[in-house]
């Protein structure tokens, strides 16, 4: 926009200041008006969304607790070749004595063994028994006796390849022992058969979640079609069928399923009364996959339900209708008219069940028992019971990632413009 007249004369406005800035200024104005009203709901975002992710994928690399523990035996430790086969020297056993004796005053020294615990089986209480001996310890020296004699761990290179292995600040070991890996004197090296369980249960979980998935659409799709061909009136009131679930707690209705499907609950006595079963032929249906599935199912089947019923809504009946007139029977009418009017309610309810019951841990903790548990339950249990919340933000990043791939591949296949909610 030029801001002259063709005959060269400055545009301005009535106070006289250039016409182009004044416009420049008002935009500037609306600019800054925008964002002060949104500015709530941004905060609101990075706050409870934004800044715990962030929280999670540093906690995932973060290992300040040894070089923080133990300053000085860190740097003493980088003339030391792991690889030698034999322990450091006195001068890195000083320079330990005199991390230990603040550690132990400052009570560091438990965590740091926790930590190192993780990585190598029996540190924790290594840490622990020499803390209670550094202050008997000779501050004159030597040393390295004197550590050899409150624990003959102090003489093992494995012990001093750990501490120089996770000294740096930032580390892999999480994400590595997520990958049922380990980072070893020899490089990246796979943990035993027997050890490999996060891979694993990687698998189970996106296996199920993908069962579940399938079991809500196959149910909650007739469902959501007798709803949305019934009156408004009496598709209101069977509407209240399916939000009742919302009403009752996740974890009364878990329990409920723990009651129905166990051996002596109330579907195999049905079934053997029956006769459909014998009394030796009861069903296991609790504490394995066939729990974790059915329940589930029943917990997240209205969040299918709900937009396909929405979509369905939308759907005119002339199309239906006019595909008859022209011979269709009701079978291809439906295939070819109705269904593909109804993808983006499919789309819709597949993806909120879908990422819903990738993350549930509660249901598949009560009715999973060891066969039925996510690698959300792994997660739970780093994160309460064993404190490791290095691996657990490491297995949720992973998680995290392993939805977003899942994410752009259905994008690719599908479309996300294909999602609507009605």
């Not at 086969?85 to 890195?92: K, S, Y």
């Not at 659409?217 to 019934?230: E, R, S, V």
């Not at 051996?263 to 974790?292: K, P, Y």
């Amino acid at each position: 926009m030029s801001d002259t007249t063709q005959d060269g004369q400055l545009l301005t406005t009535a106070d006289g200041k250039p016409l182009k800035a004044s416009l420049a200024k008002a935009l500037r104005r609306e600019k800054l008006r925008a964002l002060m009203l949104i500015a709530p709901l941004l905060i609101f975002v990075l706050i409870t969304f934004v800044a715990p992710i962030a929280d999670m994928l540093f906690r995932s690399v973060e290992n300040g607790i040894v070089a923080d523990t133990l300053p000085k035996t860190v740097v003493a430790l980088e003339a030391w070749d792991s690889t030698s086969g034999e322990a450091p020297d006195e001068t890195v056993f000083a320079a330990l004595y005199e991390d230990m004796v603040i550690a132990v005053d400052e009570k560091t020294h438990t965590r740091l063994g926790s930590r190192l615990n993780y990585e190598e089986s029996g540190i924790s209480s290594l840490f622990r028994k020499t803390g209670r001996r550094i202050k008997r310890m000779d501050e004159a020296g030597p040393f390295k006796e004197q550590f050899l004699d409150a624990d003959k761990d102090w003489g093992t290179v494995e012990t001093w390849q750990v501490l120089k292995r996770y000294s740096p600040r930032i580390t892999s070991g999480y994400f590595l022992n997520s990958f049922d890996a380990q980072l070893t004197a020899d490089g990246v090296e796979m943990k035993p058969e027997d050890e490999r369980i996060y891979m694993f249960l990687f698998g189970r979980t996106l296996f199920l979640s993908i069962v579940i998935t399938i079991s809500c659409l196959l149910l909650g799709y007739p469902i959501a079609f007798l709803l949305a061909a019934l009156p408004l009136r009496t598709s209101n009131l069977l509407m209240i069928l399916v939000l009742l679930p919302f009403w009752t707690s996740l974890l009364v209705r878990t329990s409920a399923w723990k009651v129905l499907l166990q051996q002596q609950g109330v579907i195999n006595d049905f079934l053997v009364w029956t006769g459909l079963i014998s009394e030796a032929g009861r069903l296991v249906m609790i504490n394995n996959q066939t729990g974790t599935i059915i329940a589930m199912t029943h917990i997240l089947l209205p969040f299918m339900i709900l937009p396909l019923y929405s979509v369905m809504k939308t759907i005119s009946p002339t199309y239906v209708r006019a595909a008859k007139s022209l011979g269709a029977n009701d079978w291809i009418s439906f295939w070819r008219v109705y269904f593909p009017q109804s993808v983006p309610g499919i789309g819709a309810g597949a993806v909120l069940v879908f990422i819903l019951s990738i993350g549930y841990y509660i249901t598949p903790e009560l009715v999973g028992g060891t066969s039925g548990i996510f690698i959300s339950n792994r997660i739970a249990y780093h994160i309460s019971s064993s404190l490791n919340w290095g691996l657990a933000a490491a297995l949720g990043t992973l998680l995290l990632v392993a939805v977003m791939v899942l994410f752009v591949v259905y994008d690719k296949i599908v479309g996300i413009d294909n999602v609507k909610l009605g």
